[in-house]
């Protein structure tokens, strides 16, 4: 039996706001829970997604039960396809029934739905998998039907809260599932993965229900156009967005793909409505006065292409902002994303519309828990091992802090890292062998890693340009047999671009010559001479390391 | 007398925080108030600095009667050995006498300062040049000898106030002005530019003599080292910082070269002072036990090459981070700041240090007033006019709504923008021409615009690499006289690059030999042809637009 350890192995998730993704794993079998993605920074030049490394699953398809995910959101969804594309896929894929319904429609842009077996699984359903028992358990999110993850082998049982609030008045009537949370601590819980967004907030999080009246309070007020953006996934804020409309007798245009796609999803499955005739499209809103018209939009968190960025940037087909419109901010913005969201609001100021922010009034709750409702999982779970995920170091610590708060034994709970396996047996727990995962990042079709020569090659061109020589010489005797062509790009505020090409010709004549009377005929030593020779003459002139490309070509 | 309108022109500072710059201009005859800069994103691809288009003046140096600078932040004084550089030397430079030590020792370092008559103007003195009568006026902002810069001329004054807070007990004993602001109201202002950094914020900023207090209430509680990061221009704080560390029996080391460099002229001017033996070397920080230590550090906007990010990325020389340090933030992130300011305190975090900033103690103040400090300014001096400045496009408008919230004529208060200059006669004020100013980019030692072909081309290459293509051709008849060559830098996650290079090279010679056929000679009209050959090619291959970079040789 010692060597039967349940393994709980983070690949993403732990030390950052995104990309969750654990591992779970016992006696050479594994259930994967969430396959989230982060969204690129500029410092990553080009790339369009960031995974978890999930190389630790390469090869090991075979030994997948089942992917399970709690919700539908792209940093516990979002890898998804590349996890399948990459990895295999496992004989099936739980979640609830949005969820489900959003990564069908997900996998079905990636051409992936055939061989993904998509089921979901009813809270308080246990399905068998090998040595795993699966549940899942209802709790209160942002996007409806969240769902934790309660897995139980022989050892025991660890539960993934994935991200939670104990919302006591949820827009669908539907809090969490309190009383099985705490079935679940009575039982006898082994360990807890707990979500730690909100673990630097105290007390609790306002309910969902309590921005719909905000909204209306700030609607009421409202004499032109009004433009909500908010997240598109998140189906009751969107709901309770039309409701407003709909008392105030303003019909309601979706704009954005991922809006209009998500509420189809929802509407379909009956987890959202709207009154007939409410919905206008996007090239009806000139037609209507402006004060009976609603936009939602996307772009919540100043996203570059997004539909409101393009409004603010004048650049919107439908939607030409203008003096009188005002724009309702039902967001905050995710850690990262303040100066794209800052200069939204600004530039909208600029047009002359008003702004309101969840700074103004109360237009947006969290759906993550505050440090009261951390402490409430932990008391109704009592999990014997405490691993605190879904955060930085930072939220990580304090959700520790949090735990030792409620009683339990700081030898038992855990700060973690992504690649280090929390190893559990009848014994004791302790971290095993760090795998030591990093990141995957996406560029266009094509997967690979940070330290890849390609970004490498980005940042120091980004940096200071590229001068590219092409020196063409005999391959009888290395004398140059046409002029060296001198070409650069990248290469800022250059005073006298021409009379610079020039020297450097001379100065690559110069070098071959040398190389030829030394006797030095190999290719690729001229070309470490000319890299030499250039990039010296370059610094000492433009106080710049541009990329050298030296190429000789012999004839 | 209606052509001598009195100018105001705003180069910078206006939509934005940061590069604050305005021309004021009467009977063709020029003061300069202020020459600040701004610190450029990742977006900006490998620029150094931003300045304000300062080409208005370009042409000018002789129109030019005095550079007046407010106080000593980059973002007032950052852009003058530009300024100097490429329009030329002023009569004369004024500032407060800090100001003008710091401004001395930057133009050393620039080898600029021989031909810069740079003198301080005490405040109350009036300096006589062409048609402007110049006066300073003392404020307190988070820097000594803060002044703001009223200038008369027959048609009337103008009060630039620079940054300030009306702060009632500052560090050095000496509180604005007020007297003087009232004189100059109840003489009669025509013009009032103030700063709009914090018209966001109601209520009045706490005084910077409460942080010393706070920090001594924090230091008293840490068993291990301190590590105190502010800005390093903030004396005063470094001031409060050094007399803490004293009242606990600490030692202080001053580490960063900004925070030694700022320190030494202020103390040299008499500003600032510690006890003897207060001070150890960064490098004797290791030989004192860690209860006796304060280590004082740049870095609190998490600037990558700062002392403190250095010490988070385990990679200062004289100081590593550990589990029992406190790192305090004194200091709050300039907006666009907050990403690199939590990474820095994630990694600190990472290391098990702990960290406490102005969201835990009233341990920062903001050196710009607040809501109820701009209406004491707008009462105090009573202006005709109101324009606004130092704040992006929000701001702006909110300062504006504080105007008219204190009585002034909605249409004596403008909402300017940078390179709109509001004209004043007797007869009214209104906005005169746009000059259209931009921004100019410093890129190593030159400075250029952000359309420069070069920055675009940046941006294509630091997105999806380049290709470079080298074919050697006959000029006799176009035949292909070497093996193309194919090289591309920047392109990621390339699966099997050798297969694809040999393709290219097969596309290459197909290309040469059907332009050959065709007559096609022309080295640019083959090479167009290579261009479209290629990027069609690669788009289908991987889905990318790299720079297609083709380069034909004759020989």
Not at 19 to 40: A, C, H, Q, S, W
Request: hydrophobic share 40%; proline share 6%.
């Amino acid at each position: 039996m010692a060597s039967k350890k349940l393994r709980v192995l983070p690949l993403g998730g732990l030390g950052e706001i995104g990309k969750n993704m654990t591992v779970i794993e016992y006696d050479g079998r594994i259930v994967v829970v969430d396959t989230g993605l982060m969204f690129p920074t500029a410092e990553m030049h080009g790339i369009d997604l960031v995974l978890p490394d999930f190389s630790y699953l390469r090869g090991r398809a075979d030994d997948i039960e089942a992917i399970v995910l709690t919700h539908g959101h792209e940093d516990h969804v979002g890898a998804l396809p590349y996890v399948l594309r990459e990895i295999g896929f496992p004989p099936v894929i739980y979640g609830g029934l949005l969820t489900i319904g959003m990564v069908r429609s997900k996998l079905d842009e990636h051409k992936l739905v055939d061989g993904a077996n998509l089921q979901e699984l009813p809270p308080g359903e246990k399905a068998r998998h090998g040595p795993f028992e699966i549940e899942l358990v209802h709790l209160a999110h942002s996007i409806p039907d969240m769902r934790g993850v309660l897995i139980t082998t022989e050892v025991g049982s660890v539960l993934m809260t994935g991200d939670y609030k104990f919302d006591q008045t949820p827009v669908d009537g539907r809090p969490a599932d309190i009383s099985r949370l705490a079935e679940i601590g009575r039982e006898g819980l082994l360990l807890l993965c707990g979500d730690s967004t909100n673990a630097d907030r105290p007390g609790v999080a306002p309910s969902e229900s309590s921005v719909g009246p905000a909204l209306l309070e700030q609607f009421a007020r409202c004499e032109g156009r009004i433009i909500v953006t908010s997240f598109a996934s998140n189906i009751h804020r969107v709901q309770q967005v039309i409701d407003a409309a709909a008392q105030l007798d303003r019909k309601v245009a979706l704009v954005g793909r991922s809006m209009r796609k998500n509420f189809n999803i929802a509407s379909n499955l009956g987890l959202a409505e709207a009154p007939p005739g409410m919905f206008i499209q996007p090239r009806e809103i000139s037609d209507f006065p402006d004060e009976k018209v609603v936009i939602i939009s996307t772009g919540s968190q100043g996203e570059p292409l997004s539909a409101l960025r393009r409004m603010a940037n004048n650049d919107h087909r439908d939607v030409q902002l203008h003096s009188g419109d005002t724009v309702v901010f039902s967001a905050t913005p995710v850690p990262g994303n303040e100066r794209a969201v800052n200069e939204t609001i600004d530039r909208i100021y600029e047009i002359g519309a008003s702004v309101i922010t969840a700074a103004d009034a109360p237009i947006h709750a969290s759906g993550h828990g505050w440090q009261e409702e951390l402490k409430l999982m932990l008391n109704l779970t009592r999990p014997r091992y405490v691993l605190p995920v879904h955060g930085d170091h930072k939220r990580l610590r304090l959700h520790a802090e949090l735990a030792e708060a409620v009683g339990i034994d700081p030898e038992r709970i855990f700060q973690g890292r992504n690649g280090l396996p929390l190893e559990i047996d009848a014994s004791g727990a302790g971290f095993g062998e760090d795998i030591h995962a990093g990141v995957i990042y996406v560029d266009g079709v094509n997967i690979g890693e940070p330290d890849d020569a390609a970004l490498r090659d980005r940042r120091e061109i980004s940096a200071d340009g590229i001068f590219i020589v092409v020196a063409t010489i005999s391959s009888d005797d290395g004398t140059v047999v046409a002029d060296p062509e001198v070409i650069f790009r990248g290469v800022a505020f250059l005073e006298d671009a021409d009379a610079l090409v020039e020297e450097l010709a001379d100065l690559v004549e110069d070098t071959l010559e040398d190389a030829a009377e030394s006797g030095n005929r190999a290719s690729h030593l001229i070309e470490e001479d000319l890299h030499e020779a250039i990039g010296k003459f370059v610094w000492q002139r433009l106080r710049r390391r541009p990329m050298i490309l030296p190429v000789v070509v012999e004839v």
